[in-house]
T-cell receptor, first 115, second 114 residues
């Protein structure tokens, strides 16, 4: 049981390049999330998917797109990378059903640098 | 949206002493309050959580207390050990903004001095 798996672990991009961060979970969770973490800023929600087939914007969605490919996989795409997108990106999942809240399970993160 | 603030930003304690981190939240409709621990270079991991129908929850050396009237909740770590050194994040979730859409505080660095 691997939990939440993110790839790649590290990535360096030049301004304007595109890339997709991959995330998969094997816990049969309904909800999946993408956060970015910057020094002194905590964790900020980029996009989330409450269930398969749905996606919604979070706190900082500009410059990103997401795809909930199936129940297991949730990808984050940067179409034209900017230096401001240099960050550590965490994918997370939660069981989340109905009106209840459940803990987030995080992946190990992707450290992205845009030059 | 929900606004969560943590105080103090950095806390240094002697090994064996207690550490207390306090968070305040803005939305009275918030009903779920987890705490995450993040060691250097690692992912955040849940250490304890509390729901709005409970005032206190304890798990071995850690406990969380919730004051809904004052809109604050606190993490208490007793008998601190060097392995407790980490960044601790509090979060709050309000049904008003979507279930399980957590708003995180900016984190507290806890340093346990041996």
């Amino acid at each position: 049981n691997a939990g939440v798996t993110q790839t790649p672990k590290f990535q360096v991009l030049k301004t304007g390049q595109s890339m997709t961060l991959q995330c998969a979970q094997d816990m049969n969770h309904n909800s999946m999330y993408w956060y970015r973490q910057d020094p002194g800023m905590g964790l900020r929600l980029i996009y989330y998917s409450a269930s398969e087939g749905t996606t919604d914007k979070g706190e900082v969605p500009n410059g990103y797109n997401v795809s909930r490919l199936n129940k297991r996989e949730f990808s984050l795409r940067l179409e034209s990378a900017a230096p401001s997108q240099t960050s550590v990106y965490f994918c997370a999942s939660s069981e989340q059903q109905g009106n209840g809240n459940s803990p987030l399970h995080f992946g190990n993160g992707t450290r992205l640098t845009v030059t | 949206g929900e606004n969560v603030e943590q105080h103090p930003s950095t806390l240094s304690v002697q090994e064996g002493d207690s550490a207390v981190i306090k968070c305040t939240y803005s939305d009275s409709a918030s009903n779920y309050f987890p705490w995450y621990k993040q060691e250097l270079g690692k992912r955040p991991q849940l250490i304890i959580d509390i729901r709005s129908n409970v005032g206190e929850k304890k798990d071995q050396r850690i406990a969380v207390t919730l004051n809904k009237t004052a809109k604050h909740f606190s993490l208490h770590i007793t008998e601190t050990q060097p392995e407790d050194s980490a960044v601790y994040f509090c979060a709050a979730s309000s049904i008003r903004y979507g279930n399980n859409r957590l708003a995180f505080g900016k984190g507290n660095q806890v340093v346990v001095i041996p």
